[in-house]
């Protein structure tokens, strides 16, 4: 296996370089693998009408990105390359089973919650992308690096997302989460009570109820196409990559 | 690289796979069983919350041990036949509804929950049904009248967020089932009906859910369904309840 395109460094790097900190930074924003490549779009729709579960779902995909390329890395010289696919599906597909029945074992409720979408961490192209794109040309440290970097710049996405979705939708934040917090509705659980005369003027008393079009799949599509337009408009050289 | 070294490759990296998701599967397995026993008993116990709440015990602040420690010391578990008559030696909570819904009607088992609280008993039946992508299940309290709706809880496997999903989400819409009659004025058992538009008969009709027309329909048949064939263990019961008032 002497054919891997592995760039040779003459200069011995210090431990944490600036090279390697673009690694984890840049997939966050100027190549992030959801509003840049456009990948990984239909988790991103799925499970992100509430933060908390897109904050679980963002570790999980970090994890299992991280790991993979981490392994891919290590093995990269031993893979056949006539299996190669089939041998990396292998490593996510038990890193993801992994996550899985942690994720049973540690908060029983989200994962109900989450149900088939940790499992369809499986099929995010994100991961697979990075392994057969990054992790079987480079080290371990730089792989693992760049999968920090992916999953991360993929759960931004997802909070973000999740954030707008949640607020403009049921008016908590974290709902579910050990620290719910109840932003705006009707009820006086809320910071911003609607349901109290007199603090929006009786006219809108109780004025604000659930919003169904935050709370449905289609927002995401919505928020991550402003996410979209927003990136380019202020960086036009991103326009023409993807 | 040979087709020896391919397979070789492959053989030694299943091995390996399949020794890890196995070991870890026996290390976490009984943690997660006993996460799903507790989710399971919460969502039977949240068929009475309103009343749970009314003594001081929300059930979002009860921890896993005070739901265990209800269920062992105030919940008498009943399974039941098609028939009313109580089936020996099991347990309610290892009923699971979705097989028995694929049994012939006469040879179901029903779980029944007796939960005494505050002096009071209420009765919880597990219900099954279908919505409008999937499955729907639920569990509905009645009072010791076995008429009056003290409250429900709701599942799905797969409703549409927002829309369908609310029979779980939305607690101002599961709330109004709370204090509704099962039978009307003559003894004939209605059931209770979530009516598109709104309700009209107050006693027996909550309002349906706007955008989720099939789904509520789909929580209208598995309640319908679900408490008739309780029917005949709840005449038994009532039975029971006025004779021993007679003594």
Redesign the interface.
């Known amino acids: 296996?002497a054919t891997t395109t592995e760039t040779k460094i003459v200069e011995k790097e210090p431990w944490f370089s600036k090279k390697e900190r673009v690694l984890m930074t840049d997939p966050l924003l100027d190549n992030n693998p959801i509003t840049i490549q456009v990948l990984g779009v239909c988790s991103a729709l799925a499970v992100t009408?509430l933060v908390y579960p897109s904050v679980v779902m963002s570790i999980a995909v970090v994890f299992v990105c991280a790991f993979a390329n981490l392994f891919t890395s290590l093995l990269r010289n031993?893979?056949?390359?006539?299996?190669r696919l089939?041998?990396q599906l292998?490593i996510i597909a038990?890193l993801v089973?992994?996550v899985n029945?942690?994720l049973?074992?540690i908060n029983?409720?989200i994962y109900?919650q989450l149900?088939v979408y940790i499992g369809l961490i499986i099929t995010n192209c994100i991961v697979m992308g990075r392994l057969e794109a990054f992790a079987m040309a480079n080290k371990p440290w730089r792989s693992f690096l760049d999968g920090i970097g992916n999953g991360a710049g993929y759960g931004l996405i997802l909070i973000v997302v999740g954030f707008f979705r949640e607020l403009f939708?049921k008016g908590t934040l974290l709902a579910g989460s050990p620290v719910p917090m109840f932003i705006i509705g009707s009820g006086d659980d809320y910071w911003i009570d609607t349901t109290t005369p007199g603090q929006w003027g009786n006219t809108f008393f109780g004025w604000y109820a659930?919003n169904?079009l935050m709370?449905?799949?289609v927002a995401a599509m919505f928020i991550i196409a402003v996410l979209i337009w927003w990136q380019r408009s202020r960086n036009p050289k991103l326009v023409d990559i993807s | 690289?040979s087709t020896k070294?391919?397979y070789g490759?492959?053989f030694a990296?299943?091995i390996l796979?399949a020794a890890?998701?196995a070991g870890?599967?026996v290390v976490?397995?009984p943690?997660?069983m006993k996460?799903?026993d507790?989710?399971n008993k919460r969502q039977i116990l949240e068929a009475i919350s309103t009343p749970l709440a009314a003594a001081g015990q929300e059930l979002s602040s009860l921890s896993d041990d005070q739901v265990l420690e209800i269920f062992e010391k105030q919940v008498d578990q009943t399974v039941v036949s098609a028939d009313g008559e109580p089936v020996d030696g099991m347990m309610a909570i290892e009923v699971d509804m979705a097989k028995e819904r694929k049994k012939p009607e006469a040879e179901r088992m029903y779980p029944v929950y007796e939960i005494n609280f505050d002096g009071k008993s209420y009765y919880v039946f597990s219900v099954r049904g279908t919505g409008l992508w999937d499955a729907i299940w639920g569990n509905i309290a009645l009072e010791g009248d076995m008429n009056t709706v003290a409250g429900v809880s709701f599942d799905h496997a797969?409703e549409?967020?927002?829309?369908g999903a609310e029979i779980k989400d939305?607690a101002a819409w599961k709330a109004q089932f709370v204090g509704k009659k099962i039978y009307n004025d003559e003894g004939k058992f209605v059931s209770v009906t979530a009516r598109k538009g709104g309700a009209i008969d107050k006693e027996h009709e909550v309002d349906g859910l706007s955008?989720a027309t099939v789904t509520a329909d789909g929580v209208t048949d598995m309640l319908y369904e679900g408490l008739k064939s309780y029917e005949p263990y709840m005449e038994d019961a009532e039975t029971a309840t006025t004779s021993m008032k007679l003594n």
């Open positions: 296996m009408s031993m893979i056949p390359k006539a299996v089939i041998v292998v038990t089973t992994l029945e942690a049973k074992a029983y409720p109900k149900s939708g659930n169904n709370v449905m799949s | 690289m070294y391919i490759f492959a990296m299943t796979v890890l998701l870890s599967k976490l397995e943690i997660a996460n799903e507790i989710f797969g549409t967020p927002g829309l939305n955008g």
